[in-house]
């Protein structure tokens, strides 16, 4: 079992910044990628990015190209997201989530992040 905390939501103008973190314990080892996914209200799971465990290779969803940023400390079991220029429609909330095969299968919470 793998638990994930994020940290890091909150209110924020548009054009401004966030930087999400979460946080993971338990049977980490396996875990080859970590990802960011978000829900708005009435909405569908967006994903968002994702990072390797070599904490270089990522991918990014076309709505948060380019104004997202994901990082990645494997021997921390952390992983950030930076967020800047952030639009009304980033409005949602986020979450966590790893995976140690094919489908990610470990979820946080989820941290609120508003912007108005």
């Known amino acids: 079992q793998v638990q994930l905390v994020e940290s890091g939501g909150g209110s924020v103008q548009a054009g401004g910044s966030l930087r999400l973190s979460c946080v993971a314990s338990?049977?980490?080892?396996?875990?080859?990628?970590m990802g960011w996914f978000r829900q708005s209200p009435g909405k569908e799971m967006e994903w968002v990015c994702s990072?390797?465990?070599?904490?270089?290779?990522?991918f990014y969803a076309d709505s948060v190209k380019g104004r997202f940023t994901v990082s990645r400390d494997s021997a921390a079991n952390t992983v950030n997201l930076q967020m800047n220029n952030l639009e009304s429609e980033d409005t949602a909330l986020y979450y966590c989530?790893?995976?140690?095969?094919?489908?990610?299968?470990?979820w946080g919470q989820g941290t609120q992040v508003t912007v108005s």
């Open positions: 989530a790893t995976r140690d095969g094919a489908a990610y299968n470990y």
């Open positions: 990072v390797y465990s070599d904490g270089e290779t990522t």
């Open positions: 338990g049977n980490t080892h396996n875990s080859n990628y």
